[in-house]
């Protein structure tokens, strides 16, 4: 007898629904989200590339690869499941614990804390904080009314500039294909914090544990080049994220930008990843 045929789901639904993710095992959901970031790192390359015949190709392969997997609809959901199982919860909790114990919870007769987190899956991260933090979230593609759709590196500058008391960077850095874009995304962060504003940077730890470009050494070395001074860290070893807060400092007049606009190998081995992050002239 021949099999039954197992009805298809479509897999490329856009379905935004934030209180929906699907049931996945975190070791698919880690599967699934790290094709994503190696297809868009692909498809930033290529798209940056010159338009040949085999360029376009790969890039059509590419694309289809990312549509059947469900696009940026899918990967956000993957890391929504991602956040809350995988992690114990979403990174917010490490950047709110810091700020409460900095004493920010309990200021008198202060304004509230004005929060741009980009890279938003939940609206209301901040919520239990409201009294406090007054929380903007944006995301490239919302899944909520109340998330902005926005992309960060489009956001006017002026409109920005000195604005925000803390920016949240919470796993974004890592998705944004081009090594020059995730180092204008910190510089950008820093011209949109105020005067000691404070920016929250989260990472896999990979990115730079294992990294042959990327060192905790050299990432501080490029805050401080951009103007961050450090304020907590926080990851361990065998863990899965690394936390950063830095608080925004005046950047030296004679920063160098030199020693980031190119990779250079940190450490070597096979088994090392390629992540960088790499600076231009502002
Ligand atoms: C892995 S999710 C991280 C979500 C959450 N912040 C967390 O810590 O789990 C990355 C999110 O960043 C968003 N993103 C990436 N680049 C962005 C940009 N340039 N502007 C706004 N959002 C961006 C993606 O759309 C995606 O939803």
């Not at 609809?73 to 992690?87: C, H, K, L, N, P």
């Not at 944004?176 to 510089?187: A, I, K, N, S, T």
């Not at 105020?194 to 990294?211: K, W, Y």
């Not at 830095?246 to 606009?261: A, G, I, L, N, Q």
Request: net charge positive; charged share 25%; glycine share 6%.
């Amino acid at each position: 007898m021949p099999k039954a045929r197992k009805k298809k789901v479509p897999i490329t639904s856009d379905g935004r629904d934030i209180a929906s993710p699907a049931s996945s095992n975190p070791h698919t959901t880690r599967t699934v989200i790290r094709r994503f970031h190696v297809l868009l790192k692909r498809q930033g390359q290529l798209e940056n590339n010159p338009a040949t015949t085999s360029n376009a190709a790969e890039l059509k392969k590419i694309n289809e690869e990312i549509a059947i997997m469900g696009g940026l609809a899918a990967y956000q959901r993957m890391s929504s499941v991602g956040q809350g199982t995988d992690r114990g919860g979403g990174s917010e909790r490490v950047l709110i614990n810091w700020l409460v114990n900095m004493g920010f919870s309990t200021r008198d007769n202060m304004s509230k804390l004005g929060l741009l987190e980009v890279g938003a899956l939940k609206p209301d991260n901040y919520a239990s904080c409201s009294s406090w933090i007054d929380a903007t979230p944006i995301d490239l593609r919302s899944r909520h009314p109340a998330i902005r759709e926005q992309d960060f590196l489009l956001m006017e500058v002026n409109e920005n500039r000195g604005k925000w008391d803390i920016l949240s960077l919470s796993l974004v850095i890592n998705f944004v294909p081009e090594p020059r874009d995730r180092g204008r995304m910190l510089c950008l962060a820093h011209t949109f914090l105020r005067e000691s504003g404070l920016l929250f940077l989260v990472l896999p730890l990979p990115c730079v544990e294992n990294s042959r470009y990327l060192t905790f050494e050299h990432l501080s070395s490029l805050m401080t080049t951009i103007g961050f001074c450090e304020v907590e860290k926080k990851w361990k070893q065998g863990g899965k994220m690394a936390y950063w807060l830095y608080r925004k400092v005046e950047r030296d007049t004679c920063s160098d930008f030199s020693p980031f606009r190119k990779r250079s190998a940190c450490r070597q081995g096979s088994s090392r990843n390629n992540f960088v992050i790499l600076l231009q002239d502002l």
